[in-house]
C-alpha cells in the first residue's frame, strides 16, 4: 500500500501534467507590447513543470544563478529581464519573440514558458506568422491577450529600466505604448536597440497592437535556448 506521502507527491505531479480544465489551445486574440525590464513572473522557480525557470538578468544584464533573486521593481530588487529575450525576424513572414500571456481557462503553472503560434489578422502584417514564447503573466492583461516583449514598447504599470539602464521615469517615449519611430530607438541601451527596431522593420512594419489568430505549438529550439526554460510536460 502506497503511504501517505507518495500519494501526495504523485497528486501534485498529476496537478502540474495535467491542463486546467477548460483550458484552451486556440483562439482569437490581440497584443500589445511592453518593456518593462522587471523580472518576468515565470523567472521564480516553482511556478510550472519546467526543467528551470526563464532566465533572469542582474543589472549590467549579466545572467544571474539566483533564480530567487528579488525583481528589481520591488523595493531592493536587483532581478531583471535579459537583453537576449527580444524579438527577431526569422524571415519577412516569421518571427520569434516573447510575450505576457493570458490564456482563457488557463493558470500560471499552465502558461509559463509555454509557446503560442500567432497569426496576425489586422493591419499592414496580416497573414503574418510570430512563434512567442511566455515568459511572464500580465495581471492586467484581458483574455487572449499577449504582451509582446518589445524593447521601447512602453514600461506600463511598472518601470524597472530606470534603475536597470537609467530610463526617463515613464521609460522611453510614452508610458504605454513606447517610443514612436525607429529613430527613437538609439534612445535605448545598445544591447536593447536590435529589438527596439524590430518593431519598425520589414517585418513588424509599425504595426499597432495588431489582432492575431493563436494556437498553442511546440516551443522552438531558438526560443528555449535564449529563455532558458523548457516545459516537461508539454
Not at 519546467?50 to 549579466?62: A, L, R, T
Not at 517610443?179 to 529589438?195: I, T
Request: hydrophobic residues 35%; glycine residues 14%; charged residues 15%.
Amino acid at each position: 500500500m502506497p503511504s501517505l506521502n507518495t500519494i501526495v507527491l504523485f497528486a501534485l505531479a498529476a496537478a502540474f501534467a495535467a491542463p486546467a480544465a477548460g483550458q484552451s489551445t486556440s483562439g482569437a486574440g490581440k497584443t500589445t507590447r511592453y518593456w518593462d525590464c522587471c523580472k518576468p513572473s515565470c523567472g521564480w522557480p516553482g511556478k510550472a513543470a519546467v526543467n528551470q525557470p526563464v532566465g533572469i538578468c542582474g543589472k549590467s544584464d549579466q545572467r544571474l544563478s539566483d533564480q530567487n533573486t528579488r525583481s528589481g521593481c520591488d523595493s531592493g530588487g536587483s532581478a531583471f529581464m535579459c537583453s537576449s529575450q527580444t524579438p527577431w525576424a526569422v524571415s519577412n513572414s516569421l518571427a520569434y519573440g516573447f510575450a505576457a500571456a493570458h490564456i482563457p481557462g488557463g493558470t500560471e503553472a499552465d502558461t509559463c514558458c509555454s509557446c503560442y503560434e500567432l497569426t496576425f489578422t489586422s493591419t499592414a502584417i496580416a497573414g503574418k506568422k510570430m512563434i512567442v514564447q511566455a515568459t511572464n503573466i500580465g495581471g492586467d492583461l484581458s483574455q487572449g491577450q499577449f504582451d509582446l516583449a518589445i524593447p521601447g514598447g512602453g514600461v506600463g504599470l511598472f518601470n524597472g529600466c530606470d534603475d536597470q539602464w537609467g530610463a526617463p521615469a515613464d521609460g522611453w517615449g510614452a508610458r504605454y505604448g513606447g517610443v514612436s519611430s525607429a529613430s527613437d530607438c538609439n534612445k535605448l541601451p545598445q544591447q536593447l536597440q536590435a529589438g527596439c527596431n524590430f518593431r519598425f522593420g520589414s517585418f513588424f512594419q509599425g504595426a499597432d497592437n495588431p489582432n492575431v489568430n493563436w494556437r498553442k505549438v511546440a516551443c522552438p529550439s531558438q526560443l528555449t535556448q535564449k529563455s532558458g526554460c523548457t516545459r516537461t510536460n508539454g
